[in-house]
């Protein structure tokens, strides 16, 4: 029953409700493919709309192994937003987080982070490839999914201050133990490495409170969602 729920309104979000990948640049273009009945990728598929890791004409990006940029593109008022990451080059196992705590974003437009700081010791060197994977969750717990995949590069460089613009989106971490009226958490130092031209997180106000009910029905409803959508 709740599945069905979920279901169907996820269906009656469906029209607005797509995100893109900017850069890196996705997998494969799950955005104008949810009109093409040719293909069978969708957004609301795990792990990756669809997309398998080893497609042949997907792009794979140069990333720094300490982090690079990601841009998305945001249709919804808002969103919450994880960002995962899996190592090697035919990667459908996404486990990895570099969004701990994940983001509440909200505004519709572009959102860049120059450099998404990468876990402690991940054994990545030269040449390593990876795939990123973006799941952007709705208040109900709908869930859609994108990936793009990478290669680590010791020469590798972020976008540049002027390819990174954020417009018409703050974010901003859930953290679990702040209260409402608390100053914001750090912008720095938090594992998200918002960077030097760090997008307009700080003017999206004080952190964000959240009580862990709220966090784990959320975590429940995707868990939900995701099996539902994998039946
Ligand atoms: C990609 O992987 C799938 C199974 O995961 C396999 O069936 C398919 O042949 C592979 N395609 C290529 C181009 O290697
Ligand atoms: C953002 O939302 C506004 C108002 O809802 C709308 O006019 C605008 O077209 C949207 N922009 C994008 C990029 O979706
Ligand atoms: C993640 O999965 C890879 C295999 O895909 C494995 O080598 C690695 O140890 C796993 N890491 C963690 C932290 O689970
Ligand atoms: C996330 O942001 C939206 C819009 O600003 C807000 O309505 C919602 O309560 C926020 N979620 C949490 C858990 O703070």
Known sequence: MALKTLALL???HLAQAHFGIEYPPMRADTLSASHDHG?????????????????????RTEWPLDGGSIKLDLHHKWTYIFINLGLGSDVSNFNYTL??????????????V?????????PISDGSDASLQVVT??????????????????????????????????????????????????TEGDGQGAGDNGPTRSSAGPAIGVNMGVLSSVAALTLIFAFGMSL
């Open 10 to 12: 996820a269906v009656a």
């Open 39 to 59: 293909t069978h990728y969708s957004q609301w598929i795990q792990p990756c709309a669809g997309v398998p890791g080893n497609l042949t004409d997907a792009p």
């Open 99 to 112: 969004t701990n705590p994940f983001w509440n974003s909200t505004g519709n437009g572009t959102l860049c």
């Open 114 to 122: 120059k450099k998404l700081a990468l876990p402690t010791n991940l």
């Open 137 to 186: 969750i709705g208040e109900n717990g709908n869930a859609l999914y994108n990936c793009a995949n990478i290669r680590f590069r010791a020469n590798a460089t972020p976008l540049s201050d002027e390819e990174c613009v954020t417009e018409g989106v703050t974010y901003a971490p859930i953290t679990a133990q702040a209260s409402s009226g608390s100053d914001s958490s750090s």
